[in-house]
């Protein structure tokens, strides 16, 4: 029997997802995350497999600066929100108010600044540890 599903050791791995083209800051986001703990980064949410591997991942953070024709990442949040109906938490940076007011209306979970992302990020892996 070939087991396809998540399996329990799967689902205690420390993973989170960076959605962002910056290299320099996927770059300072590896460097800051804490040891055990795996990142993932993508623009293509359906590069990560089925609605139930993303349920793998602890939290996404997510670059609203990072619109580009290829990504856009009001759409990622519609796509976990809507499409996939899933509540992995979405924690957003960067962007003007209107992108957040957007974000907001699309469900994302919180917002932050650039210059915050290596506070927030350990902040989000010691509440994520579980």
Request: charged fraction near 30%.
């Amino acid at each position: 029997m070939t087991v396809t599903e998540p399996t329990v050791a799967a689902r205690l791995q420390h993973k989170m997802i960076l959605m962002s083209h910056d290299v320099d800051l996927q770059n300072t986001v590896q460097q800051t995350l804490p040891e055990g703990w795996q990142l993932r980064c993508t623009t293509d949410l359906d590069s990560l497999g089925s609605f139930d591997q993303l349920l793998l991942y602890r939290f996404i953070f997510l670059d609203l600066d990072s619109l580009t024709d290829d990504f856009d990442p009001q759409e990622a949040i519609r796509k976990v929100r809507r499409e996939w109906m899933l509540n992995v938490p979405i924690f957003c940076f960067g962007g003007s108010a209107d992108e957040r007011d957007e974000a907001r209306l699309n469900r994302a979970d919180r917002f932050f600044e650039r210059e915050e992302i290596a506070e927030r990020l350990i902040q989000f892996c010691h509440q994520f540890r579980w």
